[in-house]
């Protein structure tokens, strides 16, 4: 079992920055990939990043690819999504989320998933 716990979410005004972090206990999680999705009020959860702990392959959603990055610290068995250029539309409760699947953007490639972590971002 791999648990998952999201910290770093806030309020914060458009343009602003705010660091996410997710912290991995239980088993490693070298052979999984790591990802951040969000869930908007009314809408479904959708992909955001992911990075690979086996290197150091990520991918992002488009809508936030230059303004977000993901990253990881192995020895922390932590994973952060630093989250740049704020906008309110990414207001959004953010999940990580932790699996062996390679369909990135594909919520059923994750089998580990955290409690989620509230962001609003105002004008």
């Known amino acids: 079992q791999v648990q998952l716990v999201e910290s770093g979410g806030g309020l914060v005004q458009a343009g602003g920055s705010l660091r996410l972090s997710c912290a991995a206990s239980?088993?490693?999680?070298?052979?999984?990939?790591t990802g951040w999705f969000r869930q908007a009020p009314g809408k479904e959860r959708e992909f955001v990043a992911r990075?690979?702990?086996?290197?150091?392959?990520?991918y992002y959603a488009d809508s936030v690819k230059g303004r977000f990055t993901i990253s990881r610290d192995n020895a922390k068995n932590t994973v952060y999504l630093q989250m740049n250029s704020l906008k309110p539309e990414d207001t959004a409760v953010y999940y990580c989320?932790?699996?062996?699947?390679?369909?990135?953007?594909?919520?059923?490639?994750?089998?580990?998933w955290g409690q989620g972590t509230q962001v609003t971002v105002s004008l």
């Open positions: 990075i690979m702990w086996s290197d150091d392959r990520t």
């Open positions: 239980g088993r490693t999680l070298s052979t999984y990939g």
């Open positions: 989320a932790a699996g062996p699947g390679w369909k990135i953007a594909v919520l059923s490639s994750y089998d580990y």
